[in-house]
């Protein structure tokens, strides 16, 4: 089945959902050589961002989070996409800047709270974010 | 909907170069995400991108150099992670203190300023009161809302310079007049009988920053005789242990001639009422170290020490010479006032090491091996340990330079 989104940065990618129980800052929370979440508070600590499609309703914390966003995605080691339920600038800045500079995508879309529980529980995502609408395929397998 | 002034639209379409192009189609993106209407012409910007954090900010700032980009607003530099006037300080690895130093060239080609300073209300570009401005740098945007009076929303990576390649901002937030007033109070009701407004100022500070987060506060029972400096204290600290981006201190910042004005009618989302006791409990947490550990260096200057900081160290320094390095961060404005008065000699003679640029909390440049840093600084006590990885002890500058004599935490 297919979710409605909105657009907040274009692009197409795929991969398995991580919902964050808690915000994350992605300076100094998130390490952008190896894609690992460091906060020491966070409840989620040593999980791994790379390739997931992450679900947060919104970042947290200093507003140097967007140049480690983009650093992130142009190691590879970043979201291979983002969902979230606000409209978080240094989450849309990080990877719009990306995109610019190295033309890696990193799509973010901003998804209704409704849909939040199954995009969270699907086993794999595939969003594809165009100019101003964003869909999202849940594939349960 | 962000609705477009011709500007804009010229700045969109390229009339202005590619690298306003560039800019602002970033910033166009970023009001809509902030939910701005339109933008506004602004004063000045502060760029908080000379730190480097990783190739991406580089590469950033050399795209708008290769578009023969030029800032539109005056704009000042925060600090780098090298001091480009004492390079030999710097500790960490080649590469990265070359990429630094690239990263902070490449800003000044873009038209800036060379201030390199945390502190730029320190410097000529101090902006006026009711400024409309594009700040990155947490301290220093509290301090141009609180203390100024000048109007910043709290700027971060690629925003501000894009603010300033622009000469726009979005406005939303503190550039509002109705979004500016006290959402919290809070009641300094005692303070603790021997303490300075220096150490009031910072343990109010860190206090405020944890309970308030990102809310804008109204403090009301500070001393009558809290100066600018202190303020500064007040500020980086509230904006390293919480968010906060704008704080009014009744009677003493020019928002809040009194709580009433300051609250602008509004019921306040948080009242907090501050002892001597919690004051203290505060002062205490910043330290990771007891009283008596050794000690094998201090640092003042987090933000930079003002010329009226240096004012009241000199009589300090002067008698028995440190055991240990003590540190001072200073824009190089200031430092080169103080070549000026003769103090650099002075200075050096009581074995202080000027760190102009930078900061010693960010970067590679106290080397210790064991034992905790001194500092008088809310900010760098908390930042420090993450940062740098060293243990750290807070005391007030007559605590930090009698610690220094000792070679371990002194309290007076």
């Given at each position: 089945m297919v979710v409605d989104a909105v657009t907040l940065v274009s692009g197409a990618a795929e991969g398995a959902p991580l919902r964050l129980d808690e915000p994350l800052s992605f300076w100094g929370g998130f390490d952008p050589a190896t894609g690992l979440v460091i906060d020491r508070w966070h409840p989620q600590k040593g999980a791994c961002l790379q390739g997931r499609v992450m679900m947060m309703p919104a970042a947290r914390g200093s507003s140097s989070g967007s140049a480690a966003l983009a650093e992130a995605i142009r190691l590879g080691k970043a979201p291979a996409a983002i969902l979230l339920l606000a409209r978080d600038a240094i989450v849309i800045v990080g990877a719009m800047v990306a995109a610019e500079l190295y033309g890696r995508a990193c799509p973010v879309a901003l998804v209704r709270e409704p849909d939040w529980e199954r995009l969270a529980a699907a086993g794999r995502l595939a969003v594809r974010a165009g100019a101003q609408r964003a869909e999202i395929q849940i594939d349960d397998r | 909907m962000v609705q477009f002034s011709a500007l804009d639209r010229e700045l969109l379409s390229g009339g202005r170069g590619p690298a306003a192009a560039f800019a602002m189609r970033l910033i166009t993106r970023f009001a809509e995400a902030v939910d701005a209407r339109r933008f506004i012409d602004i004063e000045a910007a502060h760029v908080d991108g000379c730190l480097y954090l990783g190739r991406a900010s580089l590469d950033f700032v050399e795209r708008l150099v290769a578009l023969g980009g030029k800032v539109r607003a005056p704009t000042t530099l925060n600090v780098g992670s090298v001091d480009l006037i004492h390079p030999e300080l710097f500790r960490g690895r080649k590469e990265i203190g070359e990429n630094s130093a690239r990263l902070m060239q490449a800003h000044i080609e873009l038209?800036?300023?060379?201030?390199?300073?945390?502190?730029?209300?320190?410097?000529?570009?101090r902006p006026r009161f009711g400024a409309q401005i594009a700040w990155g740098e947490s301290n220093a945007i509290v301090f141009a809302n609180s203390v100024i009076g000048a109007r910043t929303n709290r700027y971060g990576d690629f925003i501000d310079l894009c603010c300033a390649m622009t000469g726009r901002a979005p406005e939303y937030g503190l550039h509002m007049t109705e979004n500016r007033f006290a959402e919290a109070i809070v009641e300094v009701?005692?303070?603790?009988?021997?303490?300075?407004p220096e150490r009031v100022a910072v343990a109010v500070g860190h206090t405020i920053g944890r309970a308030c987060q990102s809310l804008v506060p109204a403090i009301v029972g500070l001393p009558g005789e809290t100066s600018e400096d202190d303020l500064k204290a007040l500020g980086a600290a509230a904006a390293s242990s919480g968010a906060v981006p704008l704080f009014h201190a009744v009677g003493?910042?020019?928002?809040?001639?009194?709580l009433e004005t300051a609250c602008g009618g509004f019921e306040p989302k948080l009242r907090l009422r501050l002892s001597a006791e919690d004051l203290r409990e505060a002062a205490r947490s910043l330290s990771s170290v007891a009283d008596g550990a050794p000690l094998p260096a201090v640092s003042l200057g987090t933000p930079h020490f003002s010329l009226s900081e240096f004012e009241r160290l000199m009589p300090l320094i002067d008698g028995p010479r440190s055991l240990v390095d003590i540190f001072i961060n200073c824009s190089r404005a200031t430092f080169t006032k103080l070549r000026a008065l003769g103090w650099e000699e002075r200075l050096r003679a009581a074995r202080v090491t000027l760190v102009v640029d930078t900061c010693a909390y960010v970067t590679t440049i106290i080397n210790v091996d064991a034992g905790a840093v001194m500092t008088n600084s809310g900010k760098c006590a908390y930042y420090a340990p993450g940062n740098i990885g060293v243990e750290i002890a807070y005391g007030s500058i007559a605590e930090c330079i009698a610690s220094a004599r000792a070679g371990k935490v002194v309290r007076l």
């Open positions: - | 038209g800036r300023a060379p201030t390199f300073t945390c502190a730029p209300y320190q410097t000529k570009y009701a005692s303070i603790p009988s021997d303490w300075e003493l910042t020019p928002e809040a001639p009194d």
